[in-house]
Structures are given as C-alpha cells and as structure tokens.
C-alpha cells in the first residue's frame, strides 16, 4: 500500500458515512439554533413536474410582434414571476426565459392551475401611499396588510381608516425609517382602509442596494423630475410622518420622513441582509411587471404518468447497474469486485449531491445519471485492461496498479472533458431557449461524470492498492482474469 493510501481511505469513509447520512429516506437534517447560527435544512429528493403532476405554461410579452422587447425589462418579469410562484409555496418551480419575449413556467405538484395562472399574470402596481393621518403604531398594525387607495378615482378621495389596528412588528428606518411602536383598538374591521396614493412607481428611475458607513445594507432610489417634486412638497409638509410604499394594495414598508427629501434621491435602511434589501429595492425597482403577460399555451401534467415512469425508470437503472456489476465481477474476477464497491461510492455520492444541491429530478435527468454509470465503468474498463497489460509484460501488481493507471489516464481525462463540455453545451442550450428537459439531462450527466472521475482516480485506485499490495499475482493469475 502506498504511503497516501491510508489517509486517502479515511477520506473515502467518512465521505461513505455522510452520503448514508443524507441519502438515508428519514434522514433528519441539519437542524442548528443558536445565537450566533441558524441553520434548518432537511435533505429530501425533489421531482419535477413530469415525475410528480403540476402546471407548466408559456407566457409572452403581450405587444405587436414588431414591437421590440426590452431584455432588461424581459429578465426583471422573470425574476417578478418566479417569485410570485414561490409564493404559492412552490419551492422547486421551473421559471426561465425562452428567447427574447417568452418566459416558461413549471409548477410541480401545483393542483389549480387556475390560480397558479392568474396569480403569475398580475401586472401589479406601486404606489407611495399617504399615511400621515396615523400614528406610529397605527401604521406598522397596516404592515403586510391590505389596504384601499384612492389611485384611479378623483384626486383627494382617500380617507382615514377605520376598524381595528392590529399591531405587527415593524422593520426601522433612517432618512425613511419605520417605527416600532404599537397600538391597539377594539373595533371591528368593517372594510380595508382606504388612503390617498401620493405618486406610483411609474416616478422612480433607479433603485440599488447600497450600505451605509457601518456596513449596513439599506436601499437607495433616485425619482424623475416630476417625481421629485411631488416628493418634495410632500416630504416638506409632512416631516416626522409617514408615507407608506404599498405593493398590489399590500403594504410593504411603512418608513417615516424624518426630513425633506428635495433632492429626488432617498434611502431606506433597516434590518436587511443582502437578501430582504435586494428583494425590496426589486420591488421598488419593478414593483409592477414591466410588460405585459399573456399566456401562450398552458397544461396540466398528472401525476400517475409520472409515478409509473419513475417507477420503471429506477427499475431500469438497478437491472443496468446490477448487470454492469455482474459483468465487471465476472471478467475482470478480483479487480472487478472493487469496481463495482468504488461503483457503490459512486452511486452513493451522486445521489448524497442531488440532495444536496438539490437537483429536481426529471425523468431525462435520471436518464443523464444512469449514463453517467457507463463512464464510472468506463473508466474502470480502461484501468483494468491497462493493468492486465503491465501483468503480462511481468510488473509486480504495484508497478502494474501504478503504471496502468497513469498510461489510461490521458484517455480518462480526454473523454470525460468532452462530456463535460458537451453537458455544457446542452445546459446552456436548454438555459437559453426553455428547454428544461435538456438542462435536467445535461446537468445530472455532468455531475454524474465529475464524481465518477473522483471514484476511478481516488476510489478505485486506493481499493486496488489496499486489497492487491499484499497479494502474490504469481500463485493467483485467475483472480485476475489472465
């Protein structure tokens, strides 16, 4: 045994040990909570929608087909969709571009695509709503809550609200900042309250995510000119007040004006991370879809097609890799039995990543991984026919082991950098015009392909050199198949 193999064997355990960890069907996560860390992760396998039913749609930008579509605007929608979708508490939802006007949606597990369509169709609207008739608590009660505008009547029709005030935290704020106070009434809510729109989204022309001098994530937007007017007289007159930002009649920020902001340009700053302050300044940014959505086509996928492919699909792959096993077993004798245990780790491994990840797995996908298997055999096939070579010319099973594998390796190497670049191709392929199917495939493959690679350079060799050092090839010549 080489003077690597020890340590490189102990590596190979404990990366055995933690695959059964997360592959293990009740595994129980990782589940941390203390004051310096939270993490809460549950390690499952994720199918797509061919596997387990859901809705799957085609949107387009509903304008004249020679009217041009702005790409940055195309790229803001998708991000507005695919966060829409996730909050129907799909987590494993597929929403890509597809050329420059078409957007694809997949829903897996989605049972109204009714609503899973209206919901992602909403073209939104922003508004800076006035709330200066309320005090502090009053208004950070109204945080997260629906509520009326007049925006679309007569101007000056808002009113004060009525009805019960329920208090809810409230995040803190600076040049716009919220409260934290609360208060409670006692009345009844007869209906939402409705408030005066001061100005809409259609006002801000840039909003970024900035810090502030102690690091601080906060967001930063600039008005056009007739925006920064309204704001100015507002802000002026109303110092020390609040002036809400609502979303879809939904009240997302509540900030108050502490002065006049004159220039067009203001801040938000509270709690944020680099997550909630870049979610929020999206949408500030493009509170409303820039264009317009229709949908193209759209179907309802069920879910007992899926169930039987994916039934058959699995019951495929164990008959190919228990054959793979057989053959290897059969014709290469001894160092084919560790073939196939470096095979186990592999398969372990792959499986342990696609949690991990996680890779929703799709039917083509299982198809990229079950090929995968033929080049972590492929590789071993290589290896081995090289190895019987050295043995014939005379080497001892080290040289052999050794030299057998450093002259495959080139051969090794080669064909699985032009998969790799071919699952590349295919990724980009599918990224680019919507065809999932084709990602699924070409990313399962080329992981499958990078751990086989791991196996036949680390996990083969390390078994070869572990079992075979101490063996006399002279008196065992058919445990070798020569």
Known sequence: MTKR??????????????????????????????????????????????????????????????????????????AIVEGRVNGLGVTEAVVQQVGDRRILVEIPGETDPEKALSTIRQTGLLEFVDFTALTPGEA??????????????????????????????????????TSTQTTTSTLPVQKPPEFHTVMTGADLTNVSVTTDATGQYQVAFTLSTSG???????TSKNVGKILAII???????????????????????????????NALAVQLRYGSLPIPLKVVSSQTVGPTLGQISLQKSLMAGLIGLSVVGIFMALYYRLPGVLADLALIVYA???????????????????????????????????????????????RTLRQAIDLGWGRAWPSIRDSNFSTLITSFILFWFGNTFGASIVKGFSLTLAIGVLISMFTAIIVTRTFLHLVLDNIQFGEHHAWFGI
């Open 140 to 177: 950070a009660s109204l945080e997260n809550q629906t509520i009326g505008t007049d925006f679309g009547k007569t101007a000056g029709q808002g009113t004060t609200p009525s009805g019960v005030i329920t208090p809810t935290p409230a995040i803190t704020s600076t040049q716009t900042t």
């Open 247 to 277: 979303l879809d009649k939904k009240v997302i920020s509540i900030p108050s004006i502490n002065s006049p902001i004159t220039d067009g340009k203001g801040v938000i700053t509270g709690n944020f991370n680099a997550d909630s302050a």
């Open 5 to 78: 193999s020890p340590s490189l064997l102990v590596v190979i355990i404990i990366l055995i040990i933690l695959a059964l960890w997360v592959d293990f069907p009740n595994s129980p996560g990782i589940h941390i909570n203390t004051t310096n860390m939270t993490v809460n992760r549950s390690f499952g396998t994720h199918y797509g929608l061919d596997l387990v039913g859901g809705v799957q749609a085609l949107l387009e930008a509903d304008l004249p087909q020679n009217t041009p579509v702005d790409a940055g605007a195309m790229s803001s929608a998708r």
């Open 348 to 394: 372990l491994i792959t499986l342990a990543l696609f949690k991990l990840i996680p890779v929703t797995l799709t039917l083509p996908g299982i198809a990229g991984y079950v090929l995968s298997v033929g080049m972590a055999v492929d590789a071993n096939v290589l290896i081995f026919e090289r190895l019987k070579e050295e043995l014939r010319s005379g």
């Open 228 to 234: 920064a007017q309204i704001f100015k007289d507002f």
